[in-house]
């Protein structure tokens, strides 16, 4: 069997955020970046990982190239996907197919629902998992990012919305899924195993249909949405409106869960307190947001329920609207 070796897809927030704590562990890994001058960079300066106050934790060398410059066919490759669902495109899914052998894992960090789908349509067969995670982090540079908040990542089969789970995208192999929680856990991850990713993936569905437009919206951090009164009004309207379609999609409606997905929802504020959601990251550099993945499937999965969504129409609509000003 292939030796297993790592690689960070993406030279975001979180790509990097990954790349730097395995790096740091002693761990090999390669970042694939989307350009040839980050990679350059990351490669002349190595990696530095600073802690939320900005203060550096480490500096640490680290492989690097563009998707492009990558080899061919490599085997044994665990590939943490830290795309965001905007990054996928047919170009990419061709150098993907190009430089992933078939036996190659996919873990693919997902934000709102639609990634693993398209991923599994343009690389058939390849084994993937679906992970979510709830860390904090800010790229400050090419080869500089900041943890934020310190969260925890599920990672397990993944599920597809709208009907079974067969035969769609294979698991990996169970020593492949070991060794999956072994990089990240020996990195300082909380990493779980989950064997109910429907629900964990809906659950950060919840918390990023609230937090990533309303930030992206009022220009604020995390920590500043349940700061006055009116905020945490438009909070519980978005946050009530989205858990009642999520609860029609496969979200258990368990004795108790209302408060306990509202308090899950502002521990994620506190814990991110300084961070800058992705999707106010994508406005503020005019990027592409994942608005259609994050809101704009609340209100798809709400309409085939016959349920109505005026308040993620709303956020929707708002956050389109500010690109194509
Ligand atoms: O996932 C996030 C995001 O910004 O997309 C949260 C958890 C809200 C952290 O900012």
Redesign the pocket.
């Known amino acids: 069997m292939a030796k297993t070796s790592v690689a960070v897809l993406g030279g975001g927030s979180l790509g990097l955020l990954l790349a730097a704590k395995i790096a740091a562990s002693g761990q090999e890994a390669t970042v694939w970046t989307r350009s040839e001058e980050q990679a350059r960079s990351l490669r002349d300066n190595g990696l530095a990982l600073k802690d939320a106050d900005g203060n550096l934790l480490t500096r640490t060398a680290v492989r690097a190239c563009s998707l492009g410059e990558a080899p061919s066919r490599q085997e044994g490759l665990i590939v943490l996907n830290a795309l965001k669902q905007t990054g996928l495109s047919d170009s990419l899914f061709g150098e993907l197919r190009r430089v992933t052998a078939q036996d190659a894992a996919i873990v693919s960090f997902c ?1 709102g629902i639609g990634h693993i789908e398209r991923i599994a349509e343009a690389l058939p067969g390849r084994p993937q998992l679906a992970a979510a995670a ?1 860390e ?1 982090a800010l790229r400050e540079g090419p080869a500089a990012v900041r943890h934020t908040g310190s969260g925890a990542i599920w990672a397990g089969q993944a599920p597809r919305f709208g009907g079974g789970n067969a035969d769609y995208a294979p698991m990996p192999t169970e020593d492949r899924r070991k060794d999956i929680e072994n990089i990240l856990g020996s990195a300082g991850f909380s990493i779980y195993l989950s064997n109910n990713m429907i629900e964990r993936m809906l659950r950060k569905l919840l ?2 249909s609230v ?2 437009p309303l930030t992206a919206l009022l220009r604020i951090r ?1 920590g500043e949405l349940a700061a006055t009164g009116d905020r945490m009004a438009l909070m519980r309207a978005l946050h009530e409106e989205t858990r009642t379609i999520l609860h029609a999609s496969g979200l258990p409606e368990t004795e108790g869960a209302a408060s306990e997905l509202w308090e899950e929802l502002l521990d ?1 504020c506190a814990r ?1 307190s300084r ?1 800058e ?3 106010l990251q994508d406005v503020r550099n005019g990027r592409e947001t994942e608005i259609e993945a994050i809101n704009g499937a609340v209100v798809r999965l709400a309409a085939s329920r016959g349920l109505p969504s005026p308040r993620n129409a709303t956020v929707t609509d708002l956050v389109r609207a500010i690109l194509s000003g």
Do not use: E, L, Y
């Open positions: 934000n709830t904090g918390v990023n937090i990533n995390n994620v991110t961070n959601s992705s999707m």
